[in-house]
């Protein structure tokens, strides 16, 4: 897996079908063989065998720094843990709970459940008692690590309801390195003999999904699954994982490991020896201190901490009287980045002299500086969870980041779709990963096919896994569309379409997803189901209205008053008008009420993976929506 590209490998097209002129089917083979034996604990002993030196991780020291793991080094915490997990009694099969934040006990935890034949199953360390409760009870597990004692001792009053739970361990209190020392009289050979026995149909995790409208489902994927991922993955994007230059290919995670898609990147850099680092803190800050000191070449993110970096960029541009070099600059990056992608598509000749020239000039100014605030040596990022859009993602390839979109949910071990290296398509979420079918149903759900879609869900009740595509298709809920060449373009979710007393469908995504990239707004839910026309309700971002509080002299307003504000509610209004450019007239947002409070995990709006509980929402808020439409009555 460690082999390096001196050129670019050949671009595998697509296979299209049309109906009636219609593209409806796309294929995209695969790259790499169906791996037909071995696990993903293999990983950590292949890496040791073949490269024991390399570093493949990095963690953070007290003092801020960062200190390497090496392959052999990492194989040999990975030994000792899984010989402590089977001093303890477990026993292949069984399942383990961790929850905790984007740490590196996660991934040898991890690792070393899995060469100790275990299944592991992911908790968000913000889950409350009542869904970490369930999940345990659901999943069966028989052990829990948690991060710290608190997580720990929340859950004390619940144990009685969890009686297959036998075993906690804590983080903070040095249970991992316990677990390696209760296991030093367990032969080596106790491991190798379980790992031996897995085989890529075997279960490796089950991951609950959000639960946006019920109890959260386990979804149960396989070691197979994963391979069928991440090694075509590694392989399609080459200049993340393999193109040679200067920097060695490393990333720091600060996403979450109990989130498919941070799961998958750690187990990607893994299997290519692409060295990882953990940052569990997401606050600003620390955050920001953590990139400027690990300094990776490639990131994994969602739109919002892409929206986040280009928002504080020109808020502080703003502070220094340079709003409107921002805007220029900004214009400049996003033509260079169309310019760009037409070159690639053969559509034009690539930026010309004079675009060039621009950007040279605005790269120390501007661009370097959003490079720089993302650790200075970035120049990709993967990004997904939703649509990051056009504009996004043509400013970041004009700034020298190139992003790589992609979609797919827990049931498709993340990624069903991304960017092709060589031939992006901007505002699109790329072709099929490659051993990946798309289809687009007759109502226009996206149906998906390949190797790395999941087993089925998870029912203790009915004796383990109920699989989920007996056609051999996954329908995912989502809708979407294909165009002439084969890229995907996800346009709403079908249980989210809303239909207005009038009879047309609207889909809240898109104006969703166009609102929340402004700098003033942290989150929107579009209004309208068997309703005359459609609302929004719009939340504040704090950082953004700060900003704009001290950029207008509004320091001394109430904030109950600011709600009321006509020169805020005019920028608000000049966004919904942008935004209702997306959509026909029957469809654009015609009234939006700003709430006092933004949508928060804490509160049930949002789910773990930041996704809007609409019927909560809709709960919480009532009277804000009935006062949207009585001004008609």
């Not at 089917?25 to 790259?31: F, G, L, Q, S």
């Not at 620390?286 to 690990?294: N, Y």
Request: hydrophobic share 40%.
């Amino acid at each position: 897996m460690s082999s390096l590209y001196a050129s670019e490998p050949p671009l595998t097209e697509p296979e299209i079908r049309r109906l009636d002129g219609v593209v409806r089917e796309v294929a995209v083979p695969p790259i790499v063989g169906q791996v037909t034996h071995g696990s993903l604990a293999d990983i950590p002993f292949d890496n040791a065998e073949i490269a024991p030196a390399e570093a493949v991780l990095s963690r953070k020291t007290p003092d801020g720094g960062w200190t390497d793991v090496t392959a052999a080094e990492f194989a040999a915490q990975v030994l000792a843990v899984a010989k402590g997990l089977i001093a303890e009694g477990l026993v292949p099969g069984d399942r383990i709970a961790i929850m905790s934040r984007t740490t590196y006990e996660w991934t040898l935890l991890d690792f070393a459940a899995w060469a100790a034949g275990l299944v592991t199953v992911p908790v968000y360390p913000t889950s409350s008692v009542f869904q970490t409760r369930w999940i345990l009870q659901d999943s069966g597990a028989v052990a829990l690590a948690t991060e710290s004692a608190s997580q720990a001792a929340a859950l004390g009053p619940e144990l009685d309801r969890i009686p297959d739970l036998r075993h906690m361990w804590v983080f903070e209190k040095g249970h991992v390195e316990r677990l390696a020392e209760l296991g030093q009289n367990v032969p080596d050979q106790e491991v190798a003999v379980r790992r031996g026995v897995l085989g890529p149909d075997t279960l490796a995790t089950l991951i609950y999904t959000s639960g946006t409208t019920g109890r959260p489902k386990g979804c149960a994927i396989t070691h197979g699954n994963f391979f069928a991922e991440i090694d075509n993955a590694v392989e399609l994007l080459y200049p993340i994982f393999k193109a040679k230059t200067t920097d060695a290919a490393s990333t720091l995670l600060f996403l979450p490991l109990s989130h498919v898609f941070g799961r998958m990147v750690a187990v990607a850099c893994l299997r290519a020896r692409v060295k990882l680092g953990h940052a569990p803190s997401l606050g600003t800050q620390d955050l920001l201190a953590d990139l400027a000191s690990f300094k990776p070449t490639f990131l994994l993110a969602i739109p919002y901490v892409l929206e986040k970096v280009f928002n504080t960029g020109r808020a502080t541009a703003e502070k220094m009287g340079r709003a409107s070099s921002f805007d220029r600059a900004a214009g400049i990056a996003q033509r260079y980045g169309e310019a760009l992608e037409a070159r690639q598509h053969g559509t034009g000749p690539g930026p010309s002299r004079s675009l060039r020239a621009a950007r040279a000039l605005y790269d120390p100014l501007v661009y370097r500086r959003i490079r720089n605030a993302l650790g200075g040596r970035v120049r990709y990022a993967i990004c997904g969870g939703s649509p990051l859009g056009r504009r996004l993602a043509s400013f970041y390839a004009g700034a020298g980041i190139e992003i790589y979109e992609g979609y797919g949910l827990t049931e498709t071990t993340a990624a069903a779709t991304v960017t092709p290296p060589q031939k992006p398509r901007l505002g699109t979420v790329g072709w099929p990963l490659p051993g990946t079918r798309v289809r687009i149903a007759a109502d226009g759900e996206v149906l998906l096919s390949g190797g790395q879609v999941f087993r089925g869900y998870w029912d203790p009740g009915a004796g383990g896994v109920v699989p989920a595509t007996p056609d051999g298709w996954f329908a995912t809920g989502d809708l979407g569309e294909l165009d002439d060449d084969g890229y995907l373009t996800i346009t709403g979710r079908k249980k989210e379409i809303l239909i207005t007393a009038g009879g047309k469908n609207v889909a809240p995504a898109p104006l969703e997803n166009w609102l929340r990239s402004h700098p003033l707004i942290a989150q929107c839910m579009v209004l309208g189901d068997r309703r005359p026309y459609v609302t929004a309700l719009i939340t504040l971002d704090p950082e953004g209205i700060t900003h704009w509080r001290h950029m207008n002299g509004k320091h001394s307003v109430p904030p109950e008053l600011l709600l009321d504000d006509p020169e805020l509610l005019a920028i608000l209004q000049r966004a919904v008008d942008e935004a209702n450019k997306l959509v026909s007239r029957p469809e654009s947002i015609r009234r939006f009420a700003v709430l006092p409070v933004d949508f928060t995990e804490e509160a049930g709006h949002l789910t773990p993976s930041m996704k809007l509980k609409r019927e909560a929402v809709a709960r919480d808020f009532a009277r804000q929506i009935e006062a949207l439409y009585a001004m008609e009555k």
